[in-house]
């Protein structure tokens, strides 16, 4: 099945800093989410997002629809060690979901 | 309010086996989803169901089977298992048929040897 590209795969930053990750796909979607999962969880619902050009927060969250309906991203900032997860991008055609592959976070303190 | 709770939370089974795996829906949700998730990737969606019907589904081959119930519950049956289905299985429900807002169970970790 088709899954999103996300960027980066992994990422290591200092509390504090600010990170960003993004997601593409070769199809058009209707709404995109964001997840985040930690281990033996299933995944979280953290933004969801269902027009072209939505930027929405939550929290220290931010996270944007692209235009072109094909590409989102997700912002975190000023990162807390509880941050650390794998962040999942997720789009919905309506009656199908895909999810990318994963940016996995991990916070110094 | 409880969310969705999958059972087993563990389970192994022999190659050529077959399994049931169960999901209680979110209070109020009429849709639920099922997704495959092998170490390291992301969820890949198998199936979704609304109101006991089949409205969606993944590149999945027959032997991947579900059934919803009028209480919303639903199952997974993967028939004649191989190998490569070893992976944490989750199960999703939601408000909308359009599958937005998705609350995810903890998973069936299922090993096949």
């Known amino acids: 099945g088709q899954q999103l590209n996300q960027s980066p795969q992994s990422m290591f930053i200092q509390e504090g800093e600010d990170v960003s990750m993004n997601c593409t796909s070769s199809?058009?979607?209707?709404?995109w989410l964001w997840y985040k999962q930690e281990p033996g969880e299933g995944p979280v619902l953290l933004i969801a997002?269902?027009?072209?050009?939505e930027l929405t927060s939550n929290g220290r969250l931010t996270a944007q629809f692209g235009i072109t309906r094909k590409d989102s991203f997700l912002n975190i900032s000023a990162s807390i060690p509880s941050d650390v997860g794998i962040y999942f991008c997720a789009g919905n055609t309506g009656n199908q979901f895909y999810f990318g592959t994963g940016t996995s976070l991990t916070v110094i303190p | 309010e409880t969310g969705v709770t999958q059972s087993p939370t563990h389970l192994i089974k022999t190659r050529g086996q077959q399994v049931t795996l169960r999901c209680s829906s979110q209070?109020?949700?009429?849709?639920v989803s099922w997704y495959q998730q092998a170490l390291g990737q992301g969820p890949q969606f198998i199936f979704q169901y609304y109101r006991e019907e089949e409205n969606g589904r993944g590149n999945f081959p027959p032997r991947f089977s579900g059934l919803q119930f009028p209480n919303y519950s639903s199952e997974l049956n993967v028939n004649a298992l191989e190998l490569d289905d070893s992976a944490l299985y989750l199960c999703a429900s939601s408000l909308t048929r359009g599958g937005d807002g998705y609350t995810f169970g903890s998973g069936t970790r299922l090993t096949v040897v």
């Open positions: 209070s109020g949700h009429n849709t």
């Open positions: 997002l269902y027009k072209a050009g």
């Open positions: 199809s058009i979607f209707n709404t």
